[in-house]
């Protein structure tokens, strides 16, 4: 017997791709082995998932990451395709895997850093963050900096998320359970 049920989505009924509401948040996972070009199926189940979600927080996640200054880097075409769908739908955070290592973005809007600063804290953000947390296990990479870098480190880790309302609290721990990243998101719009 399988251990975990997955969603499944209305478009073609797999679990390839999913969204599901826990407490005030609204996850979405993707499947970015398939298409997420313009006119995709997935592309446009997003869209229209986003659109009808009312949750206080947006997150996504899947595979490759749309910004990563490690081994793989970033994915630029997931990026163009979809930038313009977070930033209308105000997605809050984008975790992915694919490096193995951690990093953290500032807040991007546009394809671009919206906020210079490298936190921890953000209140209001002008843009999603994005986390590629692959450090559970398989052998690490480099980790690497880019402009819109505000964390990175090669190490095993863990993440933990834990929402308190209006505010979202995200904790890297590493093995030794010491603090690799800790950052929050807070809103008073």
């Known amino acids: 017997l399988a251990a975990t049920v997955l969603p499944t989505n209305p478009v073609d009924g797999t679990s390839h791709f999913y969204a599901f509401d826990w407490g005030s948040v609204h996850f979405v996972a993707l499947d970015s082995n398939q298409s997420?070009?313009?006119?995709?199926?997935?592309l446009e189940w997003l869209e229209a998932d986003l659109a009808a979600s009312s949750a206080e927080w947006r997150v996504l996640f899947f595979h490759h990451p749309p910004y990563s200054s490690s081994k793989h880097g970033s994915n630029e075409t997931l990026r163009a395709a979809l930038t313009p769908i977070l930033d209308r739908h105000h997605v809050d955070l984008v975790f992915n895997g694919h490096d193995h290592d951690y990093e953290r973005t500032r807040p991007m809007a546009g394809g671009v850093v919206a906020d210079a600063s490298a936190g921890p804290d953000y209140v209001d953000a002008a843009g999603t963050v994005f986390v590629v947390t692959g450090g559970g296990g398989q052998t690490l990479y480099a980790a690497?900096?880019?402009?819109f870098t505000a964390v990175s480190e090669s190490s095993f880790h863990f993440v933990q998320v834990d929402v308190h309302g209006r505010a979202l609290v995200v904790t890297a721990i590493r093995l030794d359970g010491s603090v690799l990243d800790r950052f929050s998101l807070s809103k008073t719009r």
């Not at 997420?36 to 997935?42: F, R």
């Not at 690497?144 to 402009?147: H, L, M, P, Q, V």
């Open 36 to 42: 997420l070009a313009a006119g995709s199926s997935q």
């Open 144 to 147: 690497g900096t880019s402009d």
